[in-house]
């Protein structure tokens, strides 16, 4: 018998995972104590309850019940161990466990378990003696396979609760990095913000003097070279001056002045604006907005409209000439979408995600600040924006504004 208890306490000692050791412990019983069942009942101390997971037969339901229950609620109390070869007629026998389990018990046999600092950590309860009923050195052979088992259990927990504290310091590591890599990705950003501000504020003062090349084009109105390289120079210093502001506008994001807006109008006047745009020159934009119903919403207007004119572009610079740009307006919940549909390039799945970060583009003289500057604008007014897109297809980008005044 103790070389068998040997053997069992080195095998239990090498499980790591409660629960399969508590299924292991079980097996080992009914096998060594030669009965029908075992069941090991660990004490939940915060809720004051006795709790078994895994009984070989039970189909591994939890059992449940207060600590002043039955004949385990006994052995806990009291730290004995208890034997009743009649259980039925004990009166601290809980038959409800028989009638949850479909169980009759003959005999049964109650230890408890006890770590090694001698603290009663649950009950260890054999039932069913096979062609017998428990005696004294059942209950003997019983108290030392608890004790095992409860050494065995403790180890699992313990290895369980370091796994788990390693497991939270490792999750709040990550977070801490991230934050860390946000910040320094913050700081960077409003860095490069302030200085690419102060320089496009140099470069459009010293722009002014582009002015005078309008006067001399103007001077001179019958002079083929002259008409073609002064407008050259003014379509120049126009596309400067939007990137200027697509820098000044990435630098600058606080929030801004809202006011009720009719979105028909808006589009509408968005759309006559880039008719005078040279990149959208051959377009076709086409507008579909929704009959009867007012789109009204409380939005800065300029600032809408900015997003707008970024979408557009980059459809137009994503299509070859003369395509059509579509522009809806539809009610969705309680969200207006708008949509802007090109049926241009496209963009690759490995590319959908980084086109919203600053400083991203694929143009040759492309900044990559309009869709972060669109994200913070609708953002700031508690909306969204979001794409489909399909390479040789096209793309859809889509802004949800929230309903209401
Ligand atoms: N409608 C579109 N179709 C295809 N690609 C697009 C579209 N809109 C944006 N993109 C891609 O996203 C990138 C970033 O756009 P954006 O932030 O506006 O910067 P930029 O226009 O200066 O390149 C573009 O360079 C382009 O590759
Ligand atoms: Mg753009």
Redesign the pocket.
Known sequence: MFEKLIEISIRLSSEKNLDSLLKMIIEYAIEFMKCERATVFLLDEFRGELFSKVGVGIDSKEIRFPLDVGIAGYVIKTGESLISNSPYEHPLFNRDIDSQTGFFTRNILTVPMRNVEDKIIGVFQLLNKISDSFNQNDEFYAKAFASISAVAIENARLIQAYKNQIELLEEAYAELKAAQETIIRQEKLSTIGKLASGISHEIKNQLGVVLAVEAIKKMFPENQKVQLYTQLIIDARNRIVSLLD?IRDFSKQKSYEKTETNLITLIQNTINLCQFDKDLESMKIIFTAPDEVEPIVLINSDKIQQVLI??I???G???PPKSKIEISLNLSYNHWVIS?K?Y????PDE?KD?????F????S??????????KKIIENHNGKIF?E?KVNE????FIKLPVGK
Do not use: Q, Y
């Open positions: 697509e970024n979408l572009r980059n459809a610079h994503a299509s802007v090109d241009g390039c496209g963009i590319l980084k086109i919203w970060e600053p991203f583009t694929t143009k003289h492309g900044t990559g600040l309009g869709l972060d500057i669109c794409f897109s096209g793309t859809t980008f």
